[in-house]
């Protein structure tokens, strides 16, 4: 991980917005794909308050987070890691930093089946608040719970 970077990919000069869209997508989150990525970018007026970062290793994109902002908390809207780097810490560092960029409360929902993220997101300091019954419909039409979790502001920092 010595050679990972963090950048944000609005605003990075080589365009990994593709490269995060097709992430997303390929990690069961396509309601953040390619083209909603470029109409964020292109249309920031319909989107305010929406911020991505992801980390690269030699210029490839391994993991990204997607959130958006408001007055008085953030929502996790997405993260995923790419597949070939999977269990290897790359979300826990992403989310990290980028929860100690601002000092406010964080909220996001999952679904109940998603063991992997709803680990990551406890082990951050994330803990369920409700659950949101039959929530989501899966490409075979099953409906699954979600679960909405929180991270108070404080403490403001995790360990780096
Ligand atoms: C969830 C996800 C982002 C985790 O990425 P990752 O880089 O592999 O995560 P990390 O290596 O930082 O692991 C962090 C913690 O998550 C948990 N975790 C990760 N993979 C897990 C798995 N397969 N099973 C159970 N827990 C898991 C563990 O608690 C782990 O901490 P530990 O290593 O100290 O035990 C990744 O699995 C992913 O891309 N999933 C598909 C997209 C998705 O579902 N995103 C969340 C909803 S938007």
Redesign the pocket.
């Known amino acids: 991980m010595n050679n990972a970077n963090i950048c944000n990919f609005f605003n990075s000069k080589e365009n990994h917005l593709a490269s995060v869209g097709s992430l997303f997508r390929n990690?069961?989150?396509p309601q953040w794909g390619e083209n909603t990525l470029f109409d964020i970018k292109n249309v920031p007026q319909k989107w305010l308050g929406i911020q991505g970062y992801c980390i690269t290793v030699s210029s490839n994109i391994i993991?990204a987070i997607l959130a958006r902002s408001n007055e008085d908390f953030t929502e996790?809207?997405?993260?995923?890691?790419h597949?070939a780097?999977?269990?290897?810490?790359?979300?826990?560092?992403l989310?990290t930093y980028f929860i100690n960029l601002k000092a406010t409360s964080y909220l996001?929902e999952?679904?109940t089946q998603?063991?992997?993220?709803i680990?990551?997101y406890?082990?951050i300091g994330f803990n369920a608040l409700s659950t949101r019954k039959k929530y989501y419909t899966m490409p075979d039409n099953s409906l699954q719970d979600a679960v909405v979790m929180k991270r108070s502001c404080f403490p403001q920092t995790v360990g780096t």
Do not use: D, H, Q, R
């Not at 780097?85 to 560092?93: D, E, S, W």
């Open positions: 990690s069961g989150i993991s996790i809207l997405a993260i995923a890691t597949s780097y999977k269990n290897k810490g790359y979300a826990t560092k989310l996001l999952v679904s998603n063991t992997a993220a680990n990551l406890n082990k």
